[in-house]
T-cell receptor
Framework: RKEVEQDPGPFNVPEGATVAFNCTYS??????FFWYRQDCRKEPKLLMS???SGNEDGRFTAQLNRASQYISLLIRDSKLSDSATYLC???????????FGTGTSLTVIP | DAGVIQSPRHEVTEMGQEVTLRCKPI?????LFWYRQTMMRGLELLIY????????DSGMPEDRFSAKMPNASFSTLKIQPSEPRDSAVYFC??????????????FGQGTRLTVV
């Protein structure tokens, strides 16, 4: 079983739409959670960390459900520039392995 | 800081040749990771080091792959002999690891390897 599972999409949404991505992880001992963004032919870059209480950064909201072992990312008022692949990442400081999901592809359409 | 630096950015080689990929982590970071990315398998963790020591190499596909970290500022990933199925983008990443740390991983720009 993979450490992290994501729906690969693709998600094609119109500008202004709200879109949500979910991700599940298998190791209940995982301690740290992140969403990364990867543009075409570029390296992954941190979008936001995910905290137990949930956190928001502008149009982006991340949530963590430890009981069900899933992480979510909500994007409101989608922009064309949001088009990218979004990667879910889990890590444990105990052994510091960053495990990435396969990514969810998002295309925002004018 | 210059960030994680990888070289070369692109590599085209013939099957059977040796390939060496290089990585310079961010100064002060004590964890270094090598990943491989393909369309079919996504980002796969190959190996990672903490304080220059290899911790887990279970992701290394086979004995043709080897990685070293002789000091805190340099790491190599070597493929010998290379095969067409090794064609992929290889990323190096580094982070600051410690107990209770939730530090992120920073990626280099990657090496796009093509084996013909």
């Amino acid at each position: 079983r993979k450490e992290v599972e994501q729906d690969p999409g693709p998600f094609n949404v119109p500008e202004g739409a709200t879109v949500a991505f979910n991700c599940t992880y298998s190791n209940s001992a995982s301690q740290s959670f992140f969403w990364y963004r990867q543009d075409c032919r570029k390296e992954p870059k941190l979008l936001m960390s995910v905290y137990s209480s949930g956190n928001e950064d502008g149009r982006f909201t991340a949530q963590l459900n430890r009981a069900s072992q899933y992480i979510s990312l909500l994007i409101r008022d989608s922009k064309l520039s949001d088009s990218a692949t979004y990667l879910c990442v889990v890590n444990s400081p105990w052994w510091n392995q960053f495990y990435f999901g396969t990514g969810t592809s998002l295309t925002v359409i004018p | 800081d210059a960030g994680v630096i990888q070289s070369p950015r692109h590599e085209v080689t013939e099957m059977g040749q040796e390939v060496t990929l290089r990585c310079k982590p961010i100064s002060g970071h004590n964890s270094l990771f090598w990943y491989r990315q393909t369309m079919m398998r996504g980002l796969e963790l190959l190996i990672y080091f903490n304080n220059n020591v290899p911790i887990d190499d279970s992701g290394m596909p086979e004995d043709r792959f080897s990685a070293k970290m002789p000091n805190a500022s340099f790491s190599t990933l070597k493929i010998q002999p290379s095969e067409p199925r090794d064609s992929a983008v290889y990323f190096c990443a580094s982070s600051l690891w410690g107990f209770h740390s939730d530090a992120e991983a920073f990626f280099g720009q990657g090496t796009r390897l093509t084996v013909v």
